[in-house]
Structures are given as C-alpha cells and as structure tokens.
C-alpha cells in the first residue's frame, strides 16, 4: 500500500514560515499528481496545493496564493508556507493521485468534494498559527 508521510508541521506566530515534507515509501513521484490538503475539525477539507509532477505545472487555492509553494525533490514533496495567517492554522496531508495533468493543475483534484487519492488519509502534520 502507498504510504505517504507528512511531516515538518509547528506552531509560528502570524507572518512566520514553515515547510512542510512529504516522504514515501514503496512509491515513486512520477507521472502522478501530488497534492496538499489541510483540514480543521468540524470544517470542510481544502485542497490548497497541487503539482503535476511531469512538467512541475501547480494549482493553488486562493486562499494561500502567492504565499505558498509546492515543490518536488526525487521523491519528497514539499510545501513552504510563508507569512501564515490565523486561518491556516489546520492538520496538513499530502496526497497523490492518478487525476489527468489537466485536473491536477486546474484544481479539479483538489477542489473534489470526496478524497480521491491512491494513498489513505493518514495523519497528516499540525500547523498551528498564533497571533
């Protein structure tokens, strides 16, 4: 089974940075769609961040646009987050995904109202932001 590890999560004060890390095992970048999702309880999942790995062609969310990047190194994924706000304050997991690189980049993957990825929901990495 394809195991994906999120890691690299904390608590930062407003306007502070983190990156977070996605690590696999038995499992191999390419030609998928690699994605962030964060959730906070009693709220809707978010799809924020998705890479089409081929070609490295990204979605963001609007609501980390211009602040967030999603990155690929072999076979790690990375999200950095910059000057973070109260709302993103929420338990962020990495996904993966067998989506066309069109639904991958358009936000299509992300924005399912189901989670449809090759990777069960694990545990994911907390960010917390204070004020």
């Known amino acids: 089974q394809v195991q994906l590890v999120a890691s690299g999560g904390g608590s930062v004060r407003a306007g502070g940075s983190l990156r977070l890390s996605c690590a696999a095992s038995?499992?191999?970048?390419?030609?998928?769609?690699m994605g962030w999702f964060r959730q906070v309880p009693g709220k809707k999942r978010e799809g924020i961040a998705a890479i089409n790995t081929p070609d490295s062609r990204a979605y963001y969310a609007d609501s980390v646009k211009g602040r967030f990047t999603i990155s690929q190194d072999q076979d790690t994924l990375y999200l950095q987050m910059n000057n973070l706000k109260s709302d993103d304050t929420a338990t962020y997991h990495c996904?993966?995904?067998?989506?066309?690189?069109?639904?991958?980049?358009?936000?299509?993957?992300?924005?399912?109202?189901?989670?449809?990825?090759?990777?069960?929901w694990g545990e994911g990495t907390l960010v917390t932001i204070s004020s």
């Open positions: 996904a993966a995904s067998v989506v066309s690189p069109y639904d991958c980049y358009s936000g299509s993957w992300s924005n399912q109202g189901d989670y449809h990825a090759i990777n069960p």
């Open positions: 038995r499992f191999k970048f390419r030609s998928f769609c």
